[in-house]
T-cell receptor, first 115, second 113 residues
Framework: NAGVMQNPRHLVRRRGQEARLRCSPMKGHSHVYWYRQLPEEGLKFMVYLQKENIIDESGMPKERFSAEFPKEGPSILRIQQVVRGDSAAYFCASYGGVYLEETQYFGPGTRLLVL | GEDVEQSLFLSVREGDSSVINCTYTDSSSTYLYWYKQEPGAGLQLLTYIFSNMDMKQDQRLTVLLNKKDKHLSLRIADTQTGDSAIYFC?????????????FGQGTELSVKP
């Protein structure tokens, strides 16, 4: 059973470009969380999605950031017009959706560097 | 919102026990997790405790939960150099928060031979 997959593992962008981060949850999981880890900090929640729905985006910056989880295909975290402060590790975690019985499984992360 | 605090560094000698402490503010968390992160890697789930438990033991790991004081600890017995990593305490948000995890800053454990 494949784990959570994220790609790319490393992404370099120049200021003003767009970054697209992909997350494929574990097989059978329909819930995805995105977290951001700034250098030498803990992970901060960004957004929680189920298939075709955004459930909680309270941790998403108001501008330039968006997320989706379509019916088919991976979840995408999109950052438009990147700035140096967006440099961080972005982790997604998938969850089976049966509350009180499962934990979140994390992917290896995408490390974004903005030059 | 929920706040989670951990000490930033801990240094121990190989073979000693390590105790990593965590305090949190939201007492409604149902599950409280411990994750391990090695340099440049993702997060590995180590163990977790259900909120109605005081203690959970899993091989070299012992988790203690004091709900009254909102204090969680992770004890690693017979610490090895391979245990050197950053350890995160992560209470789970309540159901109406969508179960998101709230992470502390992490404790960097350094194990000296």
């Amino acid at each position: 059973n494949a784990g959570v997959m994220q790609n790319p593992r490393h992404l370099v962008r120049r200021r003003g470009q767009e970054a697209r981060l992909r997350c494929s949850p574990m097989k059978g999981h329909s819930h995805v969380y995105w977290y951001r880890q700034l250098p030498e900090e803990g992970l901060k929640f960004m957004v929680y999605l189920q298939k075709e729905n955004i459930i909680d985006e309270s941790g998403m910056p108001k501008e330039r950031f968006s997320a989706e989880f379509p019916k088919e295909g991976p979840s995408i975290l999109r950052i438009q017009q990147v700035v140096r402060g967006d440099s961080a590790a972005y982790f997604c975690a998938s969850y089976g959706g049966v509350y009180l019985e499962e934990t979140q499984y994390f992917g290896p992360g995408t490390r974004l560097l903005v030059l | 919102g929920e706040d989670v605090e951990q000490s930033l560094f801990l240094s121990v000698r190989e073979g000693d026990s390590s105790v990593i402490n965590c305090t949190y503010t939201d007492s409604s968390s149902t599950y409280l997790y411990w994750y391990k992160q090695e340099p440049g890697a993702g997060l590995q789930l180590l163990t977790y405790i259900f909120s109605n438990m005081d203690m959970k033991q899993d091989q070299r790991l012992t988790v203690l939960l004091n709900k009254k004081d909102k204090h969680l600890s992770l004890r690693i017995a017979d610490t090895q150099t391979g245990d050197s990593a950053i350890y995160f305490c992560a209470p789970e948000g309540t159901y109406n928060q969508g179960g998101k995890l709230i992470f502390g800053q992490g404790t960097e454990l350094s194990v000296k031979p």
